[in-house]
């Protein structure tokens, strides 16, 4: 102990005149001292940046929850917006009673305009209803002796892939299994469940086709121009996989079992 209280001096000399231009004195244990608050202070630093700064959207796990986030506050967002719209209808009704240009007892309650009931709409029947059940029935018909489905069907809501616009839908009479959806470029393309992909390949065109697995249930994605997720990654329902360039329309196959499914039946565009 007393070695390291022992004191040194380190001294600065002018190469020409070897006149001494600084000197300090240090002690071992002062040396070790100045190392370690310095350590604590860089330490320090690095947590204050961390957490006060865009530094952490690099962390590992920390894009996933925030990716989250956003996703939640998306939905919140169009929730404020459905309210938002209903507060001006009836401000509206309201500016015209004022006015005088409606009368009170014509004016329908806002929430029994939204919420007519289901029996009094299956009532209204006519030709055009009935002839559209018809032709969706045989149309349901034709799919079924088409495809063997042995296996049951999911029966779910899935995540919206991209945000985009269907221009070309699947038509399985025509052996056309994929739907074809117009995107801007770098528009996030998503997992539609949760699941593993299991393969990634490179087509003719230079673009990257993906598919991923849940269980029985496989979700193929065609045209991406950059693939995020490489072959065996494990990824959430709404995880990114890949971006578009707004060049290739996005080609997008939905199987369960072995068994086609419509991507305009189980997702909501």
Not at 111 to 125: F, G, K, N, P, T
Not at 190 to 201: N, Y
Request: proline letters at 2%.
């Amino acid at each position: 102990m007393a070695n390291k209280r022992r004191k040194y001096r380190l001294a600065m000399l002018d190469d020409l005149t070897l006149r001494e231009v600084f000197h300090f004195r240090v002690s071992l244990l002062g040396a070790i001292s100045m190392i370690t608050l310095t350590i604590l202070a860089l330490i320090v630093l690095l947590s204050v940046l961390i957490v006060y700064t865009p530094i952490r959207n690099i962390l590992p796990g920390y894009s996933a929850s925030l990716r989250q986030q956003l996703i939640d506050e998306s939905a919140r967002i169009d929730s404020l917006q459905t309210d938002l719209t209903v507060q001006r209808q009836y401000l509206d009704v309201i500016k015209q009673l004022v006015a005088g240009d409606i009368r009170t007892d014509s004016v329908q309650s806002l929430d029994s305009l939204q919420r007519v009931e289901r029996s009094q709409i299956a009532e209204q029947h006519n030709e055009a209803t009935d002839a559209f059940l018809a032709q969706y029935e045989q149309k349901e018909r034709d799919r079924l002796l088409l495809f063997d489905n042995t296996s049951t069907r999911t029966v779910r809501q899935l995540y919206r892939p991209v945000h985009g616009v269907i221009i070309q839908s699947a038509r399985p009479d025509l052996h056309l299994y994929s739907a074809s959806i117009r995107t801007t470029k770098s528009e996030n393309v998503m997992a539609t469940t949760r699941g593993t992909v299991v393969s990634v390949e490179r087509l003719t065109d230079n673009t990257f086709a993906l598919v991923l697995q849940e269980n029985q249930f496989v979700t193929v994605y065609r045209h991406l121009a950059k693939v995020l997720k490489q072959q065996g990654a494990q990824v959430e329902r709404g995880e990114a996989l890949g971006l578009t360039d707004g060049e290739h329309d996005l080609a997008l196959e939905l199987w369960d079992g072995g068994a086609f499914v419509n991507p305009e039946e189980v997702i909501v565009w």
